[in-house]
């Protein structure tokens, strides 16, 4: 089974907790794997981002884990969902929008002022909630971040364009098509074969 730390981050996970989520599925010599399987890695992925403290549980004496996490993979698909409606410029299902809508309600986040060596900066901390509602609160305010930033002076949400891939990220640059150079360097091999085959 893939690990967390197994991939090579796309452009956009090291500053978007939601596009780190819907990542954690994707494909891998033409498998599906999900770096979220169960609730050992789900819990390991929101310890490593900082989402649920390490000495945190994923679940409760008389919760089952494999439950919660699956919480978590559902908030996945929801969000994914929502950036493929964004991409193309269409509506989104209600049930995916209600899945974030009530992720955000159930460990709301208020603005807070922090201040360190760089200034002050505007932050968030959870009004209340447990230590699971809060991490999945955050990645839904994230993803409702990503899913409103005008495209103006900010990078743009984008799925990689290699075929089989299906990775997110956050745009660099305006020309920038894939997630990764592997998947830019597949994109050009493939090119390179079909014009060296129509020339023979």
């Given at each position: ?9 796309a ?16 494909m ?13 890695t ?8 900082g ?5 945190a ?7 089952d884990a ?18 493929a409606a ?30 360190d ?6 932050g ?17 305010s ?30 660099t ?11 830019g ?5 493939a090119r ?9």
């Amino acid at each position: 089974m893939r690990d967390v730390d197994d991939m090579r981050a796309a452009p956009g996970e090291d500053v978007s907790f939601a596009v780190a989520l819907v990542n954690t599925r994707h494909m891998r010599a033409g498998t599906e794997v999900d770096l979220l399987a169960d609730a050992a890695t789900a819990g390991r992925w929101l310890t490593k981002r900082g989402l649920l403290p390490g000495a945190a549980r994923l679940a409760g004496p008389d919760d089952d884990a494999d439950a919660i996490a699956e919480r978590l993979r559902v908030l996945r698909e929801a969000v994914r969902t929502l950036f493929a409606a964004r991409f193309a410029g269409g509506q989104p299902p209600a049930a995916d929008l209600a899945l974030v809508n009530a992720t955000l309600a159930d460990a709301p986040l208020v603005p807070s002022l922090t201040w360190d060596g760089a200034g002050p900066r505007r932050g968030e901390r959870p009004a209340g909630g447990d230590p699971l509602a809060v991490a999945l609160a955050r990645v839904a305010s994230d993803a409702l971040v990503v899913l409103t930033a005008s495209d103006g002076g900010r990078p743009g949400l984008a799925p990689c364009a290699a075929h089989g891939c299906i990775r997110w990220f956050l745009r660099t640059h305006a020309a920038r098509q894939w997630c990764s150079n592997r998947c830019g360097d597949r994109v050009r091999a493939a090119r390179h074969y079909a014009r060296r085959r129509t020339q023979s």
